[in-house]
Structures are given as C-alpha cells and as structure tokens.
C-alpha cells in the first residue's frame, strides 16, 4: 500500500472513531475537518450545511480558517461551487480566477489557492458540502475525492446520529 493511500486508511478509521464516540456533535464535526485536512496536507477545511430553503450555506465547523474568512459573508448556494450541492464533487484549481468561487478577493487575502468540493449527502438528499482549502495550487487525485467522499458519508451519519439523540 503506499504512503498517502495508507494515510487515508489511518485517517479514515480515526475519523470512524470520533464519528463513533460520546462526544458533542460540535466536537466530533470539530475532529472531523480537522482529520481530513491533516490527512490532505491541506490548508484548511470546512463542513458547510444549507439552509431549510437550500439557498445558503452555513459553516457548521472548521479547521485552519480565520475567523474572519468564515464570517466573510452569506455563502449563496447558487453561486458558490453550486454543482457540489447537485450531488458531484468539484475541483477548483485557481480559486482566485474561477467564476464558482463567490468570495474570490477574500480567498486571496486568506492564501487559498484551491478548493475540493464535496457534497454531504444523507439518505439520497445533499444536506452539505465538505471544502478543502490549499495555499498552493493542487490538481485532486480520484483518491482525494474518494476518501473525502467516504469522510463527507460518515460525517453524515454523524449529523443524522446527533439529531437522533436530541429527540431521545
């Protein structure tokens, strides 16, 4: 096995292992983005839900973002790398140039160069989207996009296990 598909696998059943524990919802999303960026050698990472009315996003939690960046505004379902919430995973190379990208000048002042989409889906329906951030430019492997998409099913089932529990 080589090395980064191997770091996949350990960071994969660490993330199984904070989805599975007794924590909060906020720290297990918390560990999550955290897990995938240190695993992809990322910038940062965030988990953003939409809205009842699926016309925004919401940064639920975060990893190696400035608060400032996270709050840079209303992230538009509809302009912001839109095809993730039809269900496919997109890569942004130049997130400084592409039309996808909303908050452009503030994805230059933050140092992103490019963005993994991933959309969260639970029971067939995009809830969310998984973003990776990188400060250099990177072309994503279909290794990449395959363990952030077994990561974005599992943070899934974390959502769903939360919103079970506070109806118990």
Same mark, same amino acid.
């Given at each position: 096995?080589?090395?980064?598909?191997? !770091? /996949?696998?350990?960071?994969? /059943?660490? %993330?199984?292992?904070?989805v599975n524990s007794a924590g909060s919802p906020e720290n297990i999303l918390n560990s999550v #983005?955290?897990? %995938?960026a240190k695993a992809m050698d990322t910038k940062g990472c965030s988990l953003m839900l939409t809205t009842t009315d699926r016309k925004?996003?919401?940064h639920t939690a975060s990893y190696g973002l400035s608060n400032s960046y996270i709050r840079k505004g209303p992230v538009s379902a509809d302009r912001s790398i839109a095809e993730a919430l039809w269900g496919h995973p #997109?890569? #942004?190379?130049?997130? %400084?140039?592409?039309d996808r990208i909303q908050y452009r !000048?503030?994805? !230059?002042e933050e140092g992103i160069a490019s963005i993994l989409s991933v959309p969260v889906m639970l029971k067939g329906v995009v809830i969310g989207v998984i973003r990776l951030y990188t400060a250099e430019p990177r072309y994503f492997s279909?290794?990449?996009? /395959?363990?952030?998409?077994? #990561?974005?099913?599992l943070g899934a089932i974390a959502l769903e296990n939360a919103r079970c529990s506070i109806r118990l």
């Open positions: 096995m080589d090395t980064q598909a191997n !770091k /996949y696998y350990h960071s994969l /059943y660490e %993330i199984a292992a904070a #983005v955290e897990l %995938i925004l996003l919401l #997109v890569a #942004v190379v130049n997130a %400084i140039e592409d !000048k503030q994805a !230059k279909d290794s990449d996009i /395959y363990f952030v998409g077994a #990561v974005a099913n």
